[in-house]
């Protein structure tokens, strides 16, 4: 009797225990927080209000956690929130199974009707005043992204001026196989994204500079930035006589001049000339090691006239010389030397009765000579002799003298220009150089540099091959991904935004990589420090499985976050 009433006991104990339940939480809830910083979910409810069981905010915010572990979002999003905390992530209980591919799609489907893109325009508008960022400069790009599988034209539903049209185009992945759609995006601070949008897949890089363009003083007008004040930095496909026009006098610019005008190469080679060049050292901040040399930068202005107008022109001369361009310009040589040698065996070959038909073969020879190598030619005398023994004394009796061709290929000073040359490109602007407002050669090259953020974007969102999932056969519904996509990457971005104008104000280092100190964090290096983070929820109780680490609260101290928010929803 007595053993059964202990095991009763036990049993009766072990029905008033509380749930206990464990979840890898990682970096989630520091996401989660900064999309409620910036008004994601209570954005995208009052701009896209729906009568589903689930709100199109949560959906959507769902998704973004869900890219942000690395995973693709809309396949299995309800198997993915089953071994998560709904109710700390987003901030009420919410049932998986709600997360359907049905439910899913039908979101996408309500807020492509409103316009992907204006939501995001909204949200990126609260980001910015929320966190104060800097939007002098504006940074614009595009990119290609490829899918696998025949996508229609445009949906049957829909009317193809409105719908991106997935097709075959110029493919900057060099895929031209697949069928791609483009991405445009505009960053203020380098990274952080304030517009995007999709474009047709053989859409023209300059159309589109003409139509961001067209935008540009709406945009201003929106952020109450003065015009005196704003740079549009874009590469060289916004060089074109109607993208200038657009600009006018009203927006000042940065830009590169492509290397097919005319007026490039004469710059180029007028800085070379010179030999005035005004050193403007190195740029990187990184730490050089022997194999990586941070680049040397030097400068020569002058004036560039393109359409009847004047421009400030700025050759910059790296010592990096472009890697790309100098294989292209070995091979062109190397050609050149292989036709060059051809040519000369041949003549060579031959042999002449007279001088002067000599000299008219060498004459050839220099007449088709590229520019890049010169040959050194010598006439040859050959003697041919009578047939017979020689003489007693070795010597033999000359019949006629033959003559010939012989020569040697040498670099021309051209090749040295040329390769000197390759380190040169030549930067297009209207900002003055003098007054408050003036930019140097150095403060040029320098914000034209920052263009590298928006490539560096263009990596985070074609990381994984998210289109290609089966969910995802509406062009539709790839342009509101496009919005999920930018939303985590602007959270992402936000992240670490924060975290180095953390260590800038305060002049403070914070953990990097194997126990490296950095003033320049990523948001990679946070997400690696939280890899592990798990936390235990006893009942309606959650609490950390072990004490964060000093790397971890150096972190949510700079974030401006406290522990809580892995442990109390809304936090």
């Not at 010389?321 to 030397?337: C, F, N, T």
């Not at 050194?376 to 000359?398: A, N």
């Not at 040498?410 to 297009?428: H, N, Q, R, S, W």
């Amino acid at each position: 009797m007595i053993p059964s009433m202990r095991t009763k006991n036990i049993e009766v104990k072990m029905e008033n225990l509380p749930d206990i339940d464990g979840f890898t939480v990682q970096h989630l809830p520091i996401v989660t927080a900064y999309a409620q910083k910036i008004g994601v979910v209570e954005i995208i409810n009052t701009l896209v209000p729906t009568q589903m069981d689930i709100d199109a905010g949560t959906v959507i915010l769902g998704m973004v956690l869900d890219t942000l572990t690395g995973r693709n979002p809309l396949y299995r999003l309800n198997k993915y929130f089953e071994h998560q905390d709904t109710q700390l992530l987003l901030g009420k209980k919410v049932d998986p199974l709600k997360f359907s591919d049905h439910t899913v799609g039908r979101v996408l489907d309500r807020i492509h009707d409103y316009g992907a893109m204006k939501v995001f325009s909204q949200i990126s508008l609260q980001a910015l005043k929320q966190f104060n960022i800097d939007r002098s400069h504006l940074s614009f790009d595009t990119t290609s992204v490829s899918v696998h599988g025949d996508y229609s034209m445009y949906s049957e539903e829909t009317n193809s001026s409105d719908t991106m049209n997935i097709v075959h185009g110029h493919s900057k992945d060099h895929r031209p196989d697949l069928k791609q759609f483009l991405v445009k995006m505009l960053c203020v601070d380098r990274t952080i994204p304030v517009f995007g949008q999709t474009e047709d897949g053989n859409a023209s890089d300059k159309v589109i500079n003409n139509k961001v363009l067209s935008s540009i003083s709406k945009y201003m007008a929106k952020n109450r930035i003065k015009k005196e004040g704003f740079i549009y930095i874009a590469d060289s496909a916004m060089v074109t006589r109607k993208n200038l026009e657009k600009i006018g006098d009203e927006i000042q610019f940065i830009s590169r001049l492509p290397a097919n005008y005319k007026e490039c190469s004469r710059l180029i080679k007028s800085a070379i000339e010179k030999n005035e060049w005004v050193e403007l050292g190195k740029l990187s901040d990184t730490m050089e090691t022997i194999k990586r040399p941070a680049a040397v930068y030097k400068a020569w202005e002058t004036t560039a006239v393109l359409h009847n107008k004047n421009y400030r022109a700025v050759v910059i001369h790296s010592s990096a010389h472009d890697k790309r361009r100098q294989k292209r310009i070995e091979r062109e040589l190397k050609k050149a030397h292989t036709e060059l040698s051809k040519k000369i065996k041949e003549i060579s070959k031959q042999e002449f009765f007279c001088r002067m038909d000599t000299l008219k073969a060498a004459e050839e020879i220099k007449k088709g000579s590229p520019v890049f190598f010169k040959p050194e030619i010598q006439i040859v005398e050959i003697p041919k002799y009578r047939r017979g023994r020689p003489k007693k004394d070795g010597s033999r009796t000359l019949g006629k003298m033959m003559y010939g061709v012989s020569a040697n290929i040498v670099e021309t000073d051209a090749v040295e220009e040329l390769k000197k040359e390759t380190g040169c490109f030549v930067l297009l602007s209207n900002v003055p150089i003098n007054g408050k407002k003036g930019y140097s050669s150095y403060d040029i090259l320098r914000t034209y540099k920052d263009q590298y953020g928006i490539e560096q974007n263009f990596g985070f969102i074609k990381n994984t091959p998210i289109v290609n999932c089966i969910f995802l056969k509406k062009a539709e519904r790839i342009e509101v991904l496009g919005l999920v996509l930018l939303l985590s990457l602007l959270i992402w971005r936000l992240i670490e935004y924060n975290m180095r104008r953390y260590a800038k104000d305060n002049k403070r280092d914070l953990p990097g990589w194997v126990k490296r100190r950095t003033y320049k964090p990523t948001a990679f290096m946070l997400m690696t420090s939280f890899q592990y983070l798990m936390i235990l929820k006893i009942g309606e109780h959650r609490r950390l499985n072990k004490p964060l680490t000093q790397n971890q609260r150096e972190y949510l101290r700079a974030l401006g976050l406290n522990e809580q928010i892995f442990t109390k929803p809304g936090g």
